[in-house]
């Protein structure tokens, strides 16, 4: 993992414990909406280049080309889709909000930070966070199967 995607997550979520709650917007998405954008990050029928919908800001062209051979090479080794569990919503500051996500199917990814922003009025997940979801869910693939089949 990057060491400065890991303390942006540390950040927020000393952020997240050590304010009140009621410095914040009342505002979080919900479960659903969270899992929903995590389902559409990890969908590989969804080009990663078109994902700038719940993606703030949307992925380079390099990234995006990056995560759709991941994508494509867990869909044809059959690790997809994921189920994916979140919890833990909680307000953060400057239209943010915070979430604990995990994700499973023949592989367990561990729990993990998920931060989303509101852009009018509609929550998104801010790059960095999607990066390291998909370099998760990429890596974590890797660990536990074994018989991995490239894409050509």
Not at 48 to 60: L, M, Q, S
Not at 102 to 124: A, D, F, I, K
């Amino acid at each position: 993992m990057n060491w400065t995607k890991l303390s942006v997550a540390t950040i927020l979520a000393a952020a997240l414990i050590a304010s009140p709650a009621t410095a914040y917007a009342d505002a979080v998405p919900t479960s659903d909406e969270v899992v929903a954008i995590l389902a559409k990050l990890a969908d590989p029928g969804i080009p990663a280049a078109n994902k700038a919908d719940i993606v703030t800001p949307g992925f380079a062209p390099d990234e995006a080309e990056t995560i759709d051979d991941h994508l494509n090479r867990m869909n044809a080794a059959g690790l997809l889709p994921l189920n994916f569990v979140v919890t833990n919503i909680q307000p953060a500051p400057g239209s943010t909000a915070g979430a604990t996500a995990e994700c499973s199917y023949r592989q367990t990814t561990p729990p993990g930070p998920v931060v989303m922003v509101n852009q009018g009025g509609r929550w998104l997940m801010t790059h960095d966070t999607a990066w390291t979801a998909v370099d998760a869910f990429w890596a974590n693939a890797n660990r536990h199967f074994s018989g991995f089949v490239p894409v050509r």
